[in-house]
């Protein structure tokens, strides 16, 4: 039992460090890097199954802002060329400064009927969040040329580490810290892309696969 | 009553939140190993593993959505389990100042944050009487997304094919897998109730995740459902995140309750990686005796 016991914290010290490590030679091997602004081209290039690293500026946004975005409300930065990270951050202010506590991505199918109004009247490039998005953004990141980035869902502090520092916040009287925009500086934020400007998506892919899989075994 | 049994409680909080149980993480371990390398599933699990890593090291919470709390308690018959429950709360409120909680509870008649994350039934705390002479404290914290990913079904149901028999529980589970893609942050933990009323069922449901991940339903019939469920849930290519892979759930835990000859129930519980539970035996003095999971 003993023994069993410190096995396992032996293992514990080591795991850490060799996980950093792998993460780091794959990562630099297999990894495209998208830097804010987002242009066309870049968004372009991109295709489903892809591996980003984002680095700039990326704000934050959940129910409310998107509702008051899609409503015509006016964005008091330039969402062009731009990206929302479905986010709501635990940002503390510590002497004076904002620091992250935790960044993890929020459910983006909520936004799913804001989405397409979005992307259309604010000329939005990236889109990040989890689990994916539905026809409407689709469609819409195909006619406009946005894509959307899936992040590790519950990867809180993984995240916020990729976060170099916090360039302002907006709507934080009216919405609250965590529906507040947030802009956030990152620096190889790591994300896959499942929706491309092409039209694809991964999610509409693995829905029917599995799908399909479950039928044969449920016969 | 206070001080101790508060200082012992708040660290059970801190541990659930920022270090997920042994038996979690080896899973989540184990099939790493089994995707394929630089697939968007190796990638998800390592990340995955990486913020487990962080979290523990920081003592920060390993995800932002602390989830709703249940504290699953079970005290010696004479213990003065009001004392407890106050305890357990001011814990919890403590625990929110300290950081380890989110401020993650909203009145829903108000819509307004409750401090502390004290609230109307918030936290959740069930007790229950046992002989013996400690007091046992499990807690689990369950985030929102992979609640919502939560399910129950009636049976029989036509449009699964589903009767009342194990074959009609299977479908309705491989159902929610389906439902369920990767928006609870797959890869996940399934609690799986059959039989009950509509609210014990449900209960009963989420029961099955104070369960070890390596135990089987002491049943044979349902110990041989939990592994069919299991396989062919990973067979559905549904994979870490919803993005693809070998691995879709790290486990099923079933258990059944006797119900009317009427209806027939199957609750799913949904539960996420960031499957957060822990445990604490305390003696009747409010010292700790040992850690459990
Ligand atoms: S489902 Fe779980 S891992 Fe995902 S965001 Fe919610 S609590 Fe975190």
């Known amino acids: 039992m003993e023994f069993g016991f410190w096995n396992l914290e032996f293992i514990r010290l080591w795991t850490l460090p060799v996980l950093k490590l792998c993460h780091y030679l794959s990562d630099q091997i297999m990894t495209k890097h998208l830097k804010y602004p987002f242009t066309r081209d870049q968004v372009r290039s991109l295709s489903v199954g892809d591996r980003v690293m984002l680095s700039g500026r990326i704000f934050t946004g959940r129910d409310r802002l998107h509702r008051f975005l899609a409503e015509g409300g006016q964005s008091p930065v330039d969402l062009k060329a731009g990206a929302i990270y479905h986010c709501g951050p635990v940002v503390i202010r510590q002497r004076g400064r904002w620091t992250v506590r935790a960044a993890g991505p929020t459910t983006s199918i909520r936004e799913e009927s804001y989405m397409p109004e979005i992307i259309r009247r604010h000329g939005l490039a990236v889109i990040i969040g989890k689990g994916g998005m539905g026809e409407g953004t689709r469609a819409a990141c195909a006619k406009h040329g946005c894509v959307y980035l899936h992040a590790v869902g519950g990867a809180a502090q993984v995240l916020a580490d990729k976060v170099e520092r916090i360039g302002g916040v907006h709507f934080m009287k009216s919405f609250g810290s965590a529906e507040a925009m947030w802009e956030l500086i990152v620096k190889d934020f790591p994300a896959l892309v499942t929706m491309d400007a092409l039209g694809r998506s991964l999610h509409e892919r693995i829905a029917a696969e599995s799908d399909r899989n479950l039928r044969k075994l449920m016969k | ?293």
């Not at chain 2, 995740?209 to 339903?217: E, F, I, K, P, V």
């Open chain 2, 1 to 293: 009553m206070k001080s101790i049994w508060q200082r012992n409680i708040l660290e059970l909080i801190r541990r659930t939140s920022s270090d997920l149980p042994h038996d979690v993480t080896a899973a989540l371990e184990k099939v790493r190993r089994k995707e394929s390398a630089s697939s968007p599933a190796r990638w998800a699990l390592d990340t995955i593993l990486e913020n487990v890593c962080l979290a523990r090291e920081r003592g920060a919470p390993l995800c932002q959505d602390t989830g709703t709390l249940l504290f699953d308690c079970r005290v010696p018959v004479g213990f003065d389990t009001l004392a407890l429950s106050g305890a357990i709360r001011c814990a919890v409120r403590q625990a929110t100042r300290l950081g380890y909680l989110r401020q993650n509870t909203i009145d829903t008649l108000t819509d307004k944050a409750c401090a502390g994350n004290i609230g109307l039934g918030t936290p959740a705390i069930h007790l229950e009487y046992v002989r013996g002479s400690r007091v046992d404290i499990r807690l689990i914290m369950k985030g929102g997304g992979s609640e919502n990913m939560s399910i129950q079904y009636s049976l029989p149901d036509s449009r699964l094919k589903a009767g009342r028999d194990w074959d009609g529980v299977c479908r309705c589970v491989l159902d929610a897998v389906r439902r369920a893609q990767g928006n609870g942050c797959a890869p996940g933990v399934l609690g799986i109730g059959v039989g009950g009323d509509r609210a014990t069922g449900a209960e009963l449901a989420k029961r099955q995740l104070l369960r070890r991940l390596s135990d089987h339903a002491a049943d044979p019939g349902l110990a041989r459902l939990e592994k069919q469920i299991l396989a062919a849930a990973n067979k559905s290519g549904i994979g870490p995140m919803g993005c693809g892979g070998r691995t879709t759930l790290l486990g099923v835990k079933i258990g059944a309750m006797s119900r009317l000859p009427a209806s027939y129930f199957v609750s799913v519980s949904y539960m996420c990686w960031a499957f957060r539970r822990r445990g604490v035996a305390l003696g009747t003095d409010g010292c700790i005796r040992r850690w459990m999971y």
